[in-house]
Every structure is written in structure tokens, then in C-alpha cells.
């Protein structure tokens, strides 16, 4: 069974930055495409950043520029540098993979407030 872990969620004000992080239980270059999703409350799950297998990126217009997704081999992870945080930030954030079916982490939350 394939488990996908999220850390690194937290309490952040407003214009700071905090790296979400997702191990997984298979190589991580292994997935077709992983992503990070989020959801407010009252909200639906968005998609927030994605990258293909082969390094292709793909981000929400509302965290371009502010948000990078990024793959590291050696600690089999995909992360998520968030920078310049807005409080519309605030939300519970989900790693996401596919391969062959999709698998979904349990989720952390981030709260952007002062």
C-alpha cells in the first residue's frame, strides 16, 4: 500500500514562508504526476502546483510566483516552498500521486494569520 506523509504545516504571518514537505513509501520519481491540493473551509479541494515525471510544473494563477514545487531524490520527497504568504493561503494542504491509481496524504494544515 502506497502512503504518502505531509509535514512541515503551521502557524505563518502574514508575507512569511513555510516549506510543506510529502514522503512517500515508493521512489518518488516514480509517480506520474505529483501535486499538492488544498482546501479551505466551505471550500473544494484545489490544485495548487503539480509536476510530471519528467519535471514539468504546472501552478494555480493564485501561487504563481509565490510557491515552488520541487522533487528531492535523496530524501524522497516532493515539497512545496510557499513564500509571501496571504492570509487566502490559509487552508489544509494534501499531497497527491498518481501511479496508475491516485494516492492522497492525510493532510496539514497551514494558517496564515497575525
Known amino acids: 500500500q502506497v502512503q504518502l506523509v505531509e509535514s512541515g504545516g503551521g502557524l505563518v504571518q502574514p508575507g512569511g514562508s513555510l516549506t510543506l514537505s510529502c514522503a512517500a513509501t515508493e521512489s518518488i520519481f516514480s509517480f506520474k504526476v505529483t501535486a499538492w491540493y488544498r482546501q479551505a473551509p466551505g471550500e473544494q479541494r484545489e490544485l495548487v502546483a503539480s509536476?510530471?515525471?519528467?519535471?514539468?510544473?504546472d501552478y494555480a494563477d493564485s501561487v504563481k510566483g509565490r510557491f515552488t514545487i520541487s522533487r528531492s531524490m535523496s530524501k524522497n520527497t516532493v515539497s512545496l516552498q510557499m513564500d509571501s504568504l496571504k492570509p487566502e493561503d490559509t487552508a489544509v494542504y494534501y499531497c497527491f500521486g498518481h501511479l496508475g491509481v491516485g494516492y492522497w496524504g492525510q493532510g496539514t494544515q497551514v494558517t496564515v494569520s497575525s
Open positions: 509536476m510530471t515525471a519528467g519535471g514539468s510544473t
